[in-house]
Each structure stands twice: as C-alpha cells, then as structure tokens.
C-alpha cells in the first residue's frame, strides 16, 4: 500500500472518528430539539422521579401518592322526606373534607321518572317533578 493511501486512510479515520464526537457531544442537544409526538414501542427504564409539574411521572412516584380510589374513605350520606312537594327539593350534603363522586335520589312517587338530581355544592339534590307530594330520598357518595 503506498504511502498516499495511508495518509488518506488515517486522515479518514481522523475525520470520522471526529463527527462522531461531534454526534455525541451534541445527542443531547438533538434530543431537546424535538418537538411533537413520540411514539416508543419499547419499556423506558430507569427514569428519574419528577421535578418540575411538566415532568413525566413514573409508575413508581404515581403509586406514592395515594391517590388511587382504594386508598379513598367513602361514605353515603342520605336525606329523606316523607312529603316532598311539588316541585320541591331535598339535599344531601358531604361532610368537612368530603367531596361528592356522584349522587342520587329515590322516589316513592306512584309515576315513572318523577325526579331529577343534580350534584351541588358538597352534595347532591333531588327534584320532585311528579304532580303530588311523596317520599324522596337523595343520597351523595362523598369520598376523601
């Protein structure tokens, strides 16, 4: 091999051996730069708990707060009257720190679809739409 391609050959490698320093040194800022949707088919793996509130969050850290439903005191808090008017309304109210997931109301009404509820304030109320008064129950599932 003559002396030439030598000098080529090892300047060559100079050359390439360099842009990949360069690529290296400059991954990070790449990975930065990338804005939009990134689809990974693939587990991540040791990734850092999260710090800032646009951080992602891991599996781990996540299952630290417990906040799962499990971990959640629920009770049913209920009201009922035996004569609720025309167009009247019952409530039933959550307690201190409780806050209402969802509620209901139970009519003793003779007439299908005679009342309606809706979530207020710290609980639920209940309508009475039917034409007489009756029995009305409203109840809210209250949780912390």
């Not at 090892?10 to 949707?37: D, E, R, W």
């Not at 009922?80 to 969802?102: H, R, W």
Request: some cysteine.
């Amino acid at each position: 091999m003559s002396k030439k391609i030598k000098i080529f050959l090892a300047i060559l490698v100079i050359i390439i051996g360099l842009g990949g320093l360069y690529l290296t040194m400059n991954f990070k800022k790449v990975l930065s730069a990338v804005n939009g949707v990134i689809n990974i088919s693939a587990r991540l793996a040791g990734v850092s708990s999260p710090v800032n509130s646009n951080d992602a969050a891991t599996k781990a850290y996540v299952d630290s707060l417990n906040a799962a439903p499990s971990n959640w005191n629920c009770v049913v808090r209920s009201n009922s009257t035996s004569s609720l008017p025309t167009n009247g309304a019952i409530d039933a109210y959550c307690q201190g720190a409780e806050k209402v997931i969802s509620g209901g109301c139970l009519s003793g009404c003779s007439a299908a679809n005679t009342h309606s509820g809706i979530p207020i304030n710290q609980g639920w109320r209940c309508y009475n739409l039917y034409s007489e008064s009756c029995n009305y129950s409203a109840y809210a599932n209250c949780c912390q």
